[in-house]
């Protein structure tokens, strides 16, 4: 079976290639918030290195969020492109458990203002604690891995997509239409509308 990888969710763009339980191809790099310029050319050599046509590719993981929005959207618009076009299987992941998929922990995004996307899985990926916009508290379980800088100690994240892609291979593929970005919060102008609705 051959797959494909799109995170894009973060500061740190991740595009791979499965072939048959292996590595084919690999980009994981902090890309700052360059994701919308790279994606393609990454794809490209994705495809090209791993001797495959788009339309080889037999399921397409990406991770819908939390994370950046613009970010998610990127990549969300270019899994969900090939997915309906190719008539590829496409299953949502979560960008939380990906940053924890080596070892298991406690992902954490800054959400600003104190609050954080905040997940912890165990080494299996099991959820200890589901995805969540929350206030930053200590009653978060250690260790705490994250890409962004806090004025606590944090890992940086070592990801296993193998590993994600097994856990989930058999979860059930969702329309392509239906897959959505999960933010777990408005956007600040929803929020701002909400904000103008209830004071008129």
């Known amino acids: 079976m051959k797959y494909l990888f799109i995170d894009s969710a973060t ?3 991740v595009v791979a290639i499965i072939n048959d339980g292996k590595l084919a191809y690999i980009y994981n790099n902090n890309d700052g918030h360059d994701t919308s310029s ?3 050319p990454i794809l490209a050599e994705a495809f090209d290195k791993a001797c495959l046509k788009p339309q080889d590719i037999d399921k397409i993981f990406v991770v819908t969020g939390p994370g ?3 970010g998610i959207r990127v990549g ?3 899994a969900k492109t090939m997915a309906y076009t190719l008539k590829i299987p496409i299953v949502p992941i979560s960008s939380l458990e990906v940053m924890v998929s080596e070892n298991g922990g406690t992902a ?3 959400a600003r203002r104190g609050y954080v996307f905040a997940g912890t899985y165990d080494e299996d990926l099991n959820v200890l ?3 969540s916009y929350v206030l930053m508290s200590d009653n978060l379980e250690k260790p705490y891995i994250s890409y962004d800088d806090f004025n606590f100690e944090t890992l940086k994240p070592s990801i296993n ?3 994600v892609v097994k856990k989930h291979e058999n979860d059930e593929p969702i329309n392509p239409h239906m897959i959505n970005p999960n933010y777990l919060k408005m956007t600040e102008a929803e929020e701002n509308l909400k904000k103008h609705d209830r004071e008129s």
């Open 108 to 110: 954490l995004i800054n």
């Open 68 to 70: 950046s929005f613009t």
């Open 161 to 163: 997509i193998l590993k």
């Open 38 to 40: 790279k994606m393609m």
């Open 129 to 131: 604690y589901a995805d």
């Open 11 to 13: 500061t740190n763009l």
């Open 76 to 78: 969300l618009t270019v």
